[in-house]
T-cell receptor, first 113, second 111 residues
Framework: SAVISQKPSRDICQRGTSLTIQCQVD?????MFWYRQQPGQSLTLIAT?????????ESGFVIDKFPISRPNLTFSTLTVSNMSPEDSSIYLC??????????FGQGTRLTVV | DAKTTQPPSMDCAEGRAANLPCNHS???????VYWYRQIHSQGPQYIIH???NNETNEMASLIITEDRKSSTLILPHATLRDTAVYYC????????????FGKGTMLLVSP
């Protein structure tokens, strides 16, 4: 298994501002992913965080809105930029070691007012 | 990845077995069946996965039909802490593959 620490666990932000969410894993992992879970909905993949290169974004998500960094094999950040109330969601970090099951952090609950 | 169909909700009495069905009629030969659950306000938790044989671990059992078009997750003695949304996901595990979450089944375990 993998122990995943996400910070902050929750935040309330003003519209137009940006928030950076951190994901720290207790050991090196091959893959790191960021998901969004809107209120009452299932999880949607935002992007795959690639170590040493640009993230791979899913349809409907763009780098200008959700810039992602992954400087090494245990750490990644997701920034939610120029926030609006529609960005209010839970943002989850997930990791995987190649062909194994994925593990999830506890999520960051974001409310934009 | 193949699409899955699950009932939106199910009820179970505490101490009884919870049997959660999943249909995946378009599953390919190299796709596995994965189960995750999400307890309220927590991240999803891996439960079990299988290809074609039945699987059992400390959390649950997974029964896959011979034609692999459906499966059942069994929680043998459900407790109140098993109340969660259960997701059945079909995924190719050879190589890089992400998880596509459907709506899942909301299991409510009652006293």
């Amino acid at each position: 298994s993998a122990v995943i620490s996400q910070k902050p666990s929750r935040d309330i932000c003003q519209r137009g501002t940006s928030l950076t969410i951190q994901c720290q894993v207790d050991s090196q992992v091959t893959m790191m992913f960021w998901y969004r879970q809107q209120p009452g909905q299932s999880l949607t993949l935002i992007a795959t965080a690639n170590q040493g290169s640009e993230a791979t974004y899913e349809s409907g998500f763009v780098i200008d809105k959700f810039p992602i960094s992954r400087p090494n094999l245990t750490f990644s950040t997701l920034t939610v930029s120029n926030m609006s109330p529609e960005d209010s969601s839970i943002y989850l970090c997930s990791v995987s070691r190649g062909n194994t099951e994925a593990f999830f952090g506890q999520g960051t609950r974001l409310t934009v007012v | 990845d193949a699409k899955t169909t699950q009932p939106p909700s199910m009820d179970c009495a505490e101490g009884r077995a919870a049997n959660l069905p999943c249909n995946h009629s378009t599953i390919s030969g190299n796709e596995y069946v994965y189960w995750y659950r999400q307890i309220h306000s927590q991240g999803p938790q891996y439960i079990i996965h299988g290809l074609k044989n039945n699987e059992t671990n400390e959390m649950a059992s997974l029964i896959i039909t011979e034609d692999r078009k459906s499966s059942t997750l069994i929680l043998p003695h459900a407790t109140l802490r098993d109340t969660a949304v259960y997701y059945c996901i079909v995924r190719v595990t050879s190589g890089y593959s992400t998880l596509t979450f459907g709506k899942g089944t909301m299991l409510l375990v009652s006293p």
